[in-house]
């Protein structure tokens, strides 16, 4: 068999059946003959009680796709490292990292790769992330979290001037969400990395163990010189937080007990704090650092309270 062109990895954790359904969306989807072995579909699992390995194995037996493999991962190893369990199965030129919570469109996957075929300058790029809803998940067309672009964001300044400079940085609100251009983060949702790239900066930096790991990875990948691209002219879509459960879209998808989201609550805001000390910490005096400091804490404790009342309704 010849080496794929492309390599799939869907990480899953306790989302059976919205797992399934995002890899026949690509099966039906993807402008390519599923059975020429052309790409891969990897499945790595977190251990999932719900039975979902068996599931993907089960799958694997009558589907088209020719190369298809479940994974069991031993346990939930989080996020990042998860997804580097898929790597050691990959063999194709470019990796696409792809959330279980999410549809492929026609033609999305074959534009993609035919993106970044004439962008060789591209270390990583994503298209439009739409909600069931239709509106765009902002967490694929990114500034960094700097200090200002968070302050920001959690205070509100952004919602107010969604399309300014100064104060939708985090957002880059003033771009065209239909076109194609340079953006400094996407969203690991749908990420897609020349395999070189992705082995030149180590793949996903396993710190992190539930969000801000994808920031890291395109910060990482800009580090080298690589550029990010958003590419609004396709488009999937993603339903977002499926495993984490935490998100008014997601609270009754994920079979995750409330013990289980308040630890995804807590992974959450420990990534800002790591993405902080990683990449800025340095840049900024010890008072500043400070701020931060206490601001995560607070945004926390606000997080955790409407989670509960959120369950609770």
């Known amino acids: 068999m010849s080496q794929p062109y492309l390599s799939i990895i869907i990480l899953s954790y306790n989302t059976k059946q919205i797992t399934l359904d995002a890899i026949k969306s690509i099966e039906k989807n993807y402008q390519k003959e599923v059975t020429d072995g052309s790409f891969e579909v990897i499945v790595t699992d977190?251990?999932?009680?719900?039975?979902?390995l068996q599931a993907f194995i089960d799958y694997k037996k009558h589907t088209k796709i020719k190369s298809f493999y479940p994974v069991d991962n031993g346990g939930n190893l989080g996020f990042s490292a998860g997804n580097n369990k898929g790597i050691k199965y990959a063999k194709g030129k470019y990796v696409l990292f792809l959330n279980p919570d999410t549809l492929v469109y026609p033609n999305t996957l074959t534009y993609m790769l035919e993106f970044m075929d004439t962008h060789p300058e591209v270390g990583a790029s994503t298209c439009k992330l739409l909600n069931k809803d239709g509106a765009i998940d902002f967490n694929c067309h990114r500034g960094f979290p700097t200090p200002w672009n968070a302050f920001?964001?959690?205070?509100?300044?952004?919602?107010?001037?969604?399309h300014s400079r100064l104060f939708a940085g985090y957002t880059q609100g003033w771009k065209d969400m239909n076109?194609?251009?340079?953006?400094?983060?996407?969203?690991?949702?749908?990420?897609?990395?020349?395999?070189?790239?992705?082995?030149?900066?180590?793949?996903?930096?396993?710190?992190?163990?539930f969000y801000g790991e994808d920031l890291q990875f395109c910060f990482d990948i800009r580090k080298l010189d690589y550029k990010i691209y958003y590419v609004g002219k396709v488009s999937i879509m993603h339903i977002g937080g499926a495993s984490s459960g935490i998100k008014p879209t997601s609270l009754q998808i994920t079979k995750d007990n409330i013990i289980g989201k308040k630890k995804v609550q807590t992974w959450r805001f420990d990534a800002m704090r790591i993405?902080?000390?990683?990449?800025?910490?340095?840049?900024?005096?010890?008072?500043?650092?400070?701020?931060?400091?206490?601001?995560?804490?607070f945004m926390k404790v606000k997080a955790m309270k409407r989670l509960d009342n959120a369950l609770q309704k």
Request: a negative charge; charged letters at 20%.
């Open 179 to 209: 076109t194609i251009h340079e953006v400094d983060a996407i969203e690991g949702a749908f990420m897609l990395i020349p395999f070189k790239v992705g082995e030149k900066v180590g793949w996903w930096d396993e710190e992190y163990f």
């Open 275 to 297: 993405f902080f000390k990683k990449n800025y910490s340095s840049q900024y005096p010890l008072i500043i650092s400070w701020f931060i400091s206490v601001g995560i804490t």
């Open 46 to 52: 977190n251990a999932s009680p719900d039975n979902s």
């Open 152 to 162: 920001c964001f959690f205070s509100g300044l952004q919602r107010k001037f969604p």
